[in-house]
């Protein structure tokens, strides 16, 4: 997708997967493009309906938690656009673990006890619960890989005040155990996540998507305690699958490896693994949604004159 020309811009940058928008003196518009990337780098094949997907996703997340904390969402005038206040943000991944996976059970099996400062006690199995869900916060590198930080250092290297951290770390347990709510009536156990926050005018407010596929990792519920006794892998609902293909042609994103090519099928297939991922997470039908870069425009020029933004 060109990038757009908006009334107002001060600044654009494209990430990974999502062009973002600076406009007027405190608006983001921040486009979900259907780019997917994984191991830190962008496939060759765009994905159809992926950024409608996570961007919905995101917007039916942050409006179920509103009354936790505030957020920076203030419209979504197409399927794949969010326009939002612009925060400042904390260069700080509030990582919230329920259980012992991933990450936190390479560091387990080890055989360290301690993750960012969090405790993780004996004799647990991969996947076990926590008795409590931890908080393993990491650095928001701008460059590079993000980097795992305990609370103290946090804010010995002042990236968060010792008050700024307590109101970080319970909105991030407060918003988690919501999460779990909501997995949890869709058979679903949100495992971990991660919150990006960030100030506005003095106040503490959550920023970017919250419980998607690209950010979370889910199990199925159904099974899940056979599944730990039996020492079987568990069934989880995240974008996994993509990286496990990826693994299996021989790309993990080291120097040297190529990308391996994507089929039609293939594209096709995770289009419909991500559609299946919205309606499982959501409890709806997906309704796809296609906009060319004219109609999606005047989408956003409407709602950015809502608040305050125009041609004029």
Not at 101 to 119: E, P, V
Request: proline share 5%; aromatic share 10%; glycine share 8%.
């Amino acid at each position: 997708m060109t990038p757009f020309s908006l009334p107002g811009q001060t600044a654009f940058y494209r990430g990974k997967v999502r062009d973002v928008y600076s406009v007027g003196s405190g608006l983001l518009v921040m486009v979900a493009s259907d780019r997917i990337s994984a191991f830190d780098v962008i496939l060759p094949r765009p994905i159809p309906f992926k950024g409608q997907v996570l961007n919905q996703i995101a917007a039916f997340m942050l409006a179920a938690t509103a009354d936790i904390c505030p957020n920076w969402l203030l419209d979504v005038p197409a399927p794949h656009v969010s326009v939002g206040r612009r925060c400042t943000p904390f260069k700080i991944e509030m990582v919230v673990r329920g259980n012992l996976t991933g990450h936190a059970w390479r560091t387990y099996s080890a055989g360290k006890r301690t993750l960012c400062g969090a405790t993780m006690p004996e004799a647990m199995k991969e996947n076990d619960y926590f008795p409590q869900p931890i908080i393993t916060p990491s650095t928001k590198a701008s460059e590079g890989h993000d980097e795992d930080i305990s609370p103290e250092e946090i804010i010995a290297t002042g990236l968060a005040t010792a008050a700024e951290w307590e109101v970080l770390s319970d909105y991030a347990l407060k918003l988690f155990a919501r999460g779990k709510e909501i997995a949890a009536k869709q058979g679903l156990i949100l495992v971990d996540t991660k919150y990006e926050f960030g100030t506005l005018n003095g106040e503490i407010v959550l920023m970017d998507e919250i419980h998607t596929p690209d950010s979370s990792r889910y199990f199925y519920a159904d099974g899940f305690e056979e599944r730990q006794a039996a020492g079987e892998r568990q069934k989880q609902l995240s974008k996994e699958f993509v990286r496990e293909w990826l693994i299996a042609n021989d790309f993990m994103g080291k120097e040297g490896q190529t990308v391996p090519s994507m089929s039609d099928e293939w594209v096709d297939t995770i289009s419909k693994r991500y559609i299946e991922l919205y309606e499982k997470v959501i409890g709806e039908k997906f309704v796809p949604e296609v906009l060319d870069e004219r109609a999606t425009m005047e989408r956003i020029l409407s709602s950015l004159e809502k608040w305050g933004v125009g041609n004029g």
